[in-house]
Every structure is written in C-alpha cells, then in structure tokens.
C-alpha cells in the first residue's frame, strides 16, 4: 500500500528539535541536555520539559544542521557517547522525518555523576 502523493513536506525546526532531543536522551551515557551558553562556565542541566532548548537546528542548503549542547554521565567514554549521539540523531531525522542532513555536532557542557 505504499503510494505516491504529489505534493511538499515542511517540518518545522521545534519538531526536529524535539526529535533530536528525545533521541539524545535515549542514548547511554547521557544525563541531559544543558543550556547552548554556559556564561559563568558552570553548564545548567535542563529538565526533560525544556530539553528543546539544548538543541539548534538550522536549515542549510545542503540540509539541516544540528547543534547538541548535552551533559554526559561520569566515567563514560565522550569519545564513544558523542558518536552514539551522532549516530542516533542521524537516524532519527533520516528515518522518522525524511529530512537531508548537513551534519551533527555534540558539545559536551560538563560532565556528572547520576543519582
């Protein structure tokens, strides 16, 4: 029953957003999602309510690009948990919302210990 319908599919940037964000959190190793400035140095962990607000996504030419801003759990490897997280928001925008992507970058804001 797979048929073709003509027409565009615009999916808005808080969508993706929110897409992103679920995605990251279901990775192992991270705690949360931090605010994308940490001015005083000290990274803020955001509740899973407002989790949009530690991701960017913009639209490029070539695709949408997104920006991670996360804070991951103490004595995981960054090295292996951003990949993850790389992976998983690659196939999440690429599988459920069919978008091209540009690219992906994780921040690591801190580093913490899960209760």
Not at 4 to 22: E, I, P, W
């Amino acid at each position: 029953m797979n048929e073709t319908v003509a027409g565009n599919l615009h999916v808005a940037n808080d969508v993706l957003a929110d897409m992103v964000g679920n995605a990251a959190l279901e990775c192992y190793g991270v705690v949360g999602m931090a605010a994308p400035s940490a001015a005083d140095g000290i990274a803020k962990l955001l509740p899973a309510s407002r989790l949009r607000r530690g991701v960017i996504v913009t639209a490029t030419e070539a695709g949408v690009h997104v920006d991670l801003y996360v804070i991951i759990e103490y004595g995981t490897n960054i090295n292996t948990v951003s990949q993850n997280l790389i992976d998983a928001v690659t196939f999440a925008l690429s599988e459920y919302a069919c978008v091209p992507l540009d690219g992906v970058e994780v921040h690591v804001q801190g580093v913490k210990v899960r209760k």
